[in-house]
T-cell receptor
């Protein structure tokens, strides 16, 4: 099992450019999440999807859109990148069997917006 | 509202000594789970240990144990016999029964000194 995979691993964008971060999991999890990690701020939730066909905003959704393409895949789109979106982005997934279900994380995408 | 607080931005510990990383939480949901994750310098997020709100005993996983004090709303991570490989960021997180979100603290950077 690959677990949670993310592409790309690293990306440089110019202000105003768009891009999509891809995430896939092979653990048959219902829930998937996108976080950003900035120094001193921990992990902040951008969007999550409790199940296929549903998405919900997290703490910092502005400037992002998501698509839950199927049960395996959950993509994050930046329509017009800004320097404030320079960050490390993590995708995660979890089962929905209750509070004891942990999250499994992808390796992260380092994004630099110039 | 749910909240996780980690008040120690950085900690140092001598190799082979024990160290406690603090975590306090706030929720009105009676059913919740508490998690600790490790993030080494390579960047991946690694699940360490879980404690449920209804668990009668403190969780243990090898050298990791969780000092769960429900009345104080604290869930401190104890690492025994520290090793150089324990140097990393450590995040405390919570999941409540009423939703699919995880709530993260801002993390504690642990450095193990030889």
């Amino acid at each position: 099992n690959a677990g949670v995979t993310q592409t790309p691993k690293f990306q440089v964008l110019k202000t105003g450019q768009s891009m999509t971060l891809q995430c896939a999991q092979d653990m048959n999890h219902n829930s998937m999440y996108w976080y950003r990690q900035d120094p001193g701020m921990g992990l902040r939730l951008i969007y999550y999807s409790a199940s296929e066909g549903t998405t919900d905003k997290g703490e910092v959704p502005n400037g992002y859109n998501v698509s839950r393409l199927n049960k395996r895949e959950f993509s994050l789109r930046l329509e017009s990148a800004a320097p404030s979106q320079t960050s490390v982005y993590f995708c995660a997934s979890s089962a929905t069997g209750g509070v004891r279900e942990t999250q499994y994380f992808g390796p992260g995408t380092r994004l630099l917006v110039l | 509202a749910q909240k996780i607080t980690q008040t120690q931005p950085g900690m140092f510990v001598q190799e082979k000594e024990a160290v406690t990383l603090d975590c306090t939480y706030d929720t009105s949901d009676p059913s919740y789970g508490l998690f600790w994750y490790k993030q080494p310098s390579s960047g991946e997020m690694i699940f360490l240990i879980y404690q449920g709100s209804y668990d009668q005993q403190n969780a243990t996983e090898g050298r990791y144990s969780l000092n769960f004090q429900k009345a104080r709303k604290s869930a401190n991570l104890v690492i025994s016999a520290s090793q150089l490989g324990d140097s990393a960021m450590y995040f405390c997180a919570m999941r409540v029964n009423t939703g699919n979100q995880f709530y993260f603290g801002t993390g504690t950077s642990l450095t193990v000194i030889p």
